[in-house]
């Protein structure tokens, strides 16, 4: 079967591609490779992207991406502006990115990640960059990923953060995405009882 083109995503595809991404991805990789525990790799960021986009759109604040890039109802909520898929899909890839850094400095990947990602954003090829608006979307995202401070849902798919329904939606899904049930570090693992996912929700 061949590939939709109509739902592909080449400015998501600009940051995967880009060279500090990629170099970032690589170190990154290297340092988890005998990790026992979850690990921060394509298929989570892509698992990640897939429950945001699902709990955005459940909260009616996603927007098409056809829509997006004509400008419909993208900004029909000046407070609270429609998040379009692919913005999604990129703070997903870079939610994590800084780790790199982390492994390396010791300095907070969530405080590294937001720097990284600003490089990056920047520096796409022209025709692939996005908005000055999106790029503060998801350089909150990033920032905000960790911690539930400043969020009015705490751990919860309903709350709405601050920082904006990305970033919520973001920090809500990279937890949602560790199938905690099925891992065989689980005993192991310095997670609570009650922070781990126990069962199959997503």
Known sequence: MATDRSRAMPRVDAVWNHPVYQERYRVLQ????????????????????RIAWTVLLERGVAVSYADALSGGDAAADAHWPKVARDVVYAAA?????????????????DIAGPRIAAEILGTVE????????????????????RTSAGCAGGASAEGVCSAGALADALRYADKAARACYACPARE?????DGKKNLAITW
């Open 30 to 49: 290297r340092a988890e490779r005998d990790r026992a525990f979850c690990s921060h790799d394509l298929q989570h960021f892509l698992d990640v992207a």
């Open 93 to 109: 890839l870079l939610h994590d990115i800084g780790r790199a850094d982390e492994y390396e400095s010791g300095e907070p990947h």
């Open 126 to 145: 022209q025709d692939k960059r996005f908005s000055s608006g999106e790029c503060e979307q998801i350089l909150a995202a990033i920032a905000h990923h």
């Open 188 to 192: 192991l693992c310095n997670w609570p």
